[in-house]
Nanobody, 118 residues
Framework: QVQLLESGGGSVPAGGSLRLSCEIS?????????VGWYRQAPGKQRDLVAGIATDGNVKYSDSVKGRFTITRDGLYNSQTVWLQMNNLMIVDTATFYC?????????WGQGTPVTVPS
């Protein structure tokens, strides 16, 4: 069983910053490998925002490059993943989801909303 607990969402004016956190905990049964953040805006599909692969490589969607930074801390089955979001724009409004992979299974958090009012 893998549990993900997200926090840090909220409403921020355009140009502002937020930092999302995701605490990941898992029981014995395999280590957590890749982690990431996805987002889903109202009426749109869920898309990758940023991810850290098993080998440490980091990937960002083109829309957030230079503005968002993903980092992780911890080992094996207890990790924390952060998403630092700077220069937020109205189009960043969405529910953000943390993900963690273990084996061939991807686990999802419950989501945390981010709103950048127009």
């Amino acid at each position: 069983q893998v549990q993900l607990l997200e926090s840090g969402g909220g409403s921020v004016p355009a140009g502002g910053s937020l930092r999302l956190s995701c605490e990941i905990s898992a029981n014995i049964g395999g280590v957590i490998t890749a982690v990431g953040w996805y987002r889903q805006a109202p009426g749109k599909q869920r898309d990758l925002v940023a991810g850290i692969a098993t080998d440490g490589n980091v990937k960002y969607s083109d829309s957030v490059k230079g503005r968002f930074t993903i980092t992780r801390d911890g080992l094996y089955n207890s990790q924390t993943v952060w998403l630092q979001m700077n220069n937020l724009m109205i189009v960043d409004t969405a529910t953000f989801y943390c993900t963690a992979a273990r084996g061939f299974t991807v686990y999802w958090g419950q989501g945390t909303p981010v709103t950048v009012p127009s």
